[in-house]
């Protein structure tokens, strides 16, 4: 993924874009699972939102977890309401890139995702990930109950222990209540299902995450894949 002026600060309120009131169209249905990509959400399923870098090869490490019921990639965290992707790589809309995973908690846990996202990026570079240099490639979890924030603040400080014993940096991944997730341009949704080939620039640190071992149904750890 390709970026403009790879800013590295976020935008204050005066210096954000303005956005727009018009939600972006997205597909009724996933790529490859075949459910809903957007909301309502069947009775019991639960929504938490991740950004590991760039979003395409984020989301399908999640659409190929057990227990994820459905997927989907936009912008989030930052102040431009409905962004397009060009408004985001600017810099100028305070967004990282995120994905959106609707996931069934009798069948996988919250905390295996959250073992999924530390172990698939590397949360210690700040606002880039690899090659991908920008605001919106920075590490975030963003929660949508009390019980997914302090769980989220626990993983770090798990996850934490972990990099430091293995002589790694120190995690740079923001962790906040979720804010409103804009849904992503058509042709970024399930994109590596459509172009198999297509730029996958996940990276991990090689240390495993010791949480979530415990869940409902196994999660094996997805491993990321090249480009």
Known sequence: MWTIGNKLELPTADEALKGRAEAMRVPATHEV????????????????????GCFWGAERVFWK???????AV?????????PTYEETCSGHTGH???????????????????KLFWENHDPTQGMRQGNDVGTQY???????????????????ETFQT??????????STEIL??????????????YLHKNPNGYCGLGG????????????AQVDVVQPSGS
């Open 33 to 52: 699972l075949g459910t809903p990509l957007t909301g309502p959400w069947p009775a019991g399923v639960e929504v938490a939102s991740f950004g590991l």
């Open 65 to 71: 977890a057990p227990g994820v019921y459905s997927t």
């Open 74 to 82: 936009g912008y989030q965290g930052g102040q431009t309401p409905n």
């Open 96 to 114: 990282t890139e995120a994905v959106l995973v609707a996931y069934d908690p009798t069948k996988t846990s919250y905390e295996a995702l959250l």
């Open 138 to 156: 920075r590490s975030a979890v963003y929660t949508t109950s009390e019980a997914q924030l302090s769980a989220a603040k626990a993983s770090r």
């Open 162 to 171: 972990a990099l430091t014993q293995a002589g790694k940096g120190t995690i």
């Open 177 to 190: 209540p979720a804010g409103p997730f804009y849904y992503a341009e058509p042709y970024h949704q399930q």
């Open 205 to 216: 640190t090689g240390v495993s995450c010791p949480i979530g071992l415990d869940v409902p």
